[in-house]
Every structure is written in structure tokens, then in C-alpha cells.
């Protein structure tokens, strides 16, 4: 009798621990996809707060694909040794997503001059250029925001959707970033680029406030319109 006892207890108790696991699992899940949906609604309106869609998001397909040298701490020099010159930085992505004002949440370029090539989510006609930085008020030393910066933008591959000239770069915008303004500074683009589409932009910086050492890019944002039916001679 005490035998039967034990293996209906145990019974029991595997069924109870298999109905705990699989609610567990099912909570799981639960917050994972609330989470995404956090996530994606923090992106789409508190992080860019600034009610133009940006195509340099890198959870909308926009990609780094090529940047100045980095500035490497030492516990990665090693590593870095094996990397070539045309290798991306993994943190290189940092650019391309919202830093939530948080110190040290950015891509360090060696130097004061460097650049960062940004592949955008989609081809469109650009409007704006959004460059961020540190806000004043969480950090005490903002000497690494690049100061004297130009964007340049053109379209490179082919786009099934439309015929263009591909491969031509023109200048979209040049622009100084003051440390006595907002964070985020919004900067148009020149007048006569127009109607020219790009899917590729990149930025340099010729100087920042005074760091001698690295240039920190914390986000740096792209905001235009999708073209709509525009036919163009390829060259």
C-alpha cells in the first residue's frame, strides 16, 4: 500500500511540476513579446522624440559599412590586431540606435577628424540630418562631440523599384555642432540636392571640442520621404 502511495505522490507531483514549467514558459513568452512591443514603441516615439522618421535605424535595415579607425581601450587591442581596414566595429551599430542619453552609449572614433558610412533602410529623397550627443546635464566633459561636419549622400546598387544613377555622391549638408544647443540638433539639407535619391550616406567630421584623443558619435539620423514614381536615366 505504501508503494502505491509513493508512485501516486510522485504521479502527482510530475504533473503539478509540468503544468508549473509550462506556465512558466508560456509567461515567458508572454513578456519576450511584450518586450519587443516595448521596445519598438520606445524606438518609434520616445527615443526619436522629434516626429520625423529616421532611415538610419538599425532595426529597420539600416547597416554601418564602413568607418575610420576606432579608438581601441586596451583589453581589446589583441583582438582588434586581426581586424582589417575594411572589418565593422561591432559597436559601430550604436550610431544607428537610441542612446537614451546614457554616458559612454556611443561609437569612439581615434582622433578629432574621422568618418562613418551608414547604408540606409531605404532609398529615398533626403530632407534633414539629425547628429546627437551626450546631454550637458548627465555629463561633465563633452570635448569628444564632433564640431565641423559634412554629409555626403548617393545611391549605390540597383533598386528594382526604381531607375536611377547610381554611384554619383553629392553633397547633402555641412554643419557645426554647439555644445550650447539641445543634444539632438536637426540640420537641413542644401537647397539645391532636391530631388536626389540616396541610399547611402556618410558622414565626416573635421575637428571636434577639443579631445585630442576620440570623437564619440552617439546617433546620428537620416530623415527624408520615400520617393513615389520618379524615373530617372541610369548612367
Known amino acids: 500500500m505504501k508503494n502505491i502511495m509513493e508512485v501516486q505522490k510522485e504521479f502527482v507531483s510530475r504533473k503539478i511540476e509540468r503544468e508549473v514549467n509550462h506556465r512558466f514558459e508560456i509567461l ?28 538610419a535605424l538599425s532595426s529597420d535595415g539600416a547597416m554601418i559599412v564602413k568607418h575610420s579607425k576606432p579608438f581601441i581601450i586596451r583589453r581589446v587591442i589583441r583582438w582588434f590586431r586581426k581586424i582589417t581596414l575594411t572589418t565593422v566595429y561591432r559597436d559601430s551599430k550604436k550610431i544607428l540606435k537610441p542612446s537614451f542619453g546614457e554616458p559612454g552609449q556611443c561609437f569612439p572614433l ?23 550627443h551626450v546631454d550637458k546635464a548627465m555629463a561633465y566633459d563633452r570635448s569628444s562631440a564632433p564640431k565641423n561636419c559634412r554629409v555626403d549622400g548617393w ?12 554611384g554619383k555622391m553629392f553633397l547633402l549638408a555641412e554643419f557645426s555642432y ?6 539632438a540638433q536637426t540640420f537641413n539639407v542644401l537647397d539645391f540636392v532636391g ?10 567630421f573635421t575637428s571636434n571640442h577639443g579631445n585630442t584623443d576620440y570623437t564619440c558619435i552617439y546617433r546620428l539620423r537620416v530623415h527624408g520621404h520615400e520617393p513615389t514614381s520618379i524615373l530617372m536615366t541610369q548612367s
Do not use: C, W
Not at 110 to 130: M, Q, W, Y
Not at 178 to 183: C, F, M, S, T
Open 110 to 132: 581615434k582622433g578629432d577628424n574621422g568618418f562613418v558610412e551608414i547604408r540606409l533602410s531605404r532609398t529615398i529623397i533626403p530632407e534633414a540630418i539629425t547628429l546627437e
Open 178 to 183: 554647439n555644445l550650447e544647443k539641445g543634444n
Open 195 to 204: 530631388s536626389g535619391l540616396v541610399n547611402t550616406v556618410r558622414f565626416d
Open 28 to 55: 515567458n513568452e508572454i513578456k519576450m513579446i511584450a518586450r519587443d512591443i516595448v521596445e519598438k514603441e520606445i524606438q518609434r516615439h520616445a527615443a526619436d522624440g522629434l516626429g520625423r522618421v529616421n532611415y
Open 155 to 166: 545611391h549605390q546598387g540597383y533598386d528594382t523599384d526604381i531607375v536611377i544613377e547610381t
